[in-house]
């Protein structure tokens, strides 16, 4: 049982990589777009984390979570990270 574990944790990291490299040699080919529009990425990077906080600051509020909780949600939203939040709230 614990070889048959290994393997498929195995198998799941060399998925991960396979989609990782093709979304690298996808954002190459992509570069001379992203010059274009360089000054709106630049302000999104920078605005859509703290206005996706500040939507999560709100939210937990309305919903009465504790201040760490709401910390948390906050940084999950400005990261964007959506494929940790299920972890990270499985954990909490």
């Known amino acids: ?3 048959v574990r290994q393997l498929g944790e195995q ?3 060399e ?3 396979v989609c990782s490299l093709d979304l690298g040699m996808t954002a190459a080919r992509q570069v001379k777009e992203l010059r ?3 000054v709106f990425l630049g302000a999104m990077a920078i605005l859509a984390p703290m206005i996706n906080a500040g939507i999560g600051l709100f939210l937990a509020r309305l919903i009465g979570l504790s201040a760490t909780d709401t910390f948390i949600f906050m940084v999950l939203l400005a990261s964007a990270s959506y494929i940790a939040v299920p972890a990270a709230l499985r954990t909490s």
Do not use: I, M, P
């Open 11 to 13: 198998k799941l990291r």
């Open 15 to 17: 998925v991960g990589q």
């Open 1 to 3: 049982a614990e070889g």
């Open 36 to 38: 274009s529009n360089f």
